[in-house]
């Protein structure tokens, strides 16, 4: 299973970004997703999380009501961020448990694959 994130860039604060991860090597069916994210010098951190059936999605109490995660068509986690602020700036990571792992979980260690990262700057 390979992921890759997209979709960051450079906003103003209030701005709105949509992170993607195409992944490839799986159907996608049976791998609960995940998007984390790391600023610098701090741990990475859970932002948000949904199963593969889409039947409900978690998210960080930090992001609560401005970032969204949905997956698109079979395969594709969407990570909706709106009213964007300074502190959301950070490298922006997708993530999928192994197979048959269906509980979206906070902790990183929970998840075996990962994309590469993709950088989100919010300027005040």
């Known amino acids: 299973v390979q992921l890759q994130a997209s979709g960051g860039g450079s906003v103003q604060a209030g701005g709105s970004l949509r992170l993607s991860c195409s992944t490839f090597?799986?159907?996608?069916?049976?791998?609960?997703r995940a998007w984390f994210r790391q600023a610098p010098g701090k741990e990475r951190e859970f932002v948000a999380g949904?199963?593969?059936?889409?039947?409900?999605s978690k998210v960080a109490d930090s992001v609560q009501g401005r970032f969204t995660i949905s997956i698109e068509g079979e395969n594709t986690p969407i990570l909706q961020m709106t009213s964007l602020k300074s502190e959301d700036t950070a490298v922006y990571y997708c993530?999928?448990?192994?197979?048959?792992?269906?509980?979206?979980?906070?902790?990183?260690?929970?998840?075996?694959?990962w994309g590469q990262g993709t950088l989100v700057t919010v300027s005040s």
């Open positions: 090597g799986t159907t996608g069916n049976g791998h609960t």
């Open positions: 993530a999928a448990r192994r197979f048959g792992f269906t509980k979206v979980e906070t902790g990183p260690s929970a998840y075996s694959y």
């Open positions: 949904i199963p593969w059936d889409g039947q409900y």
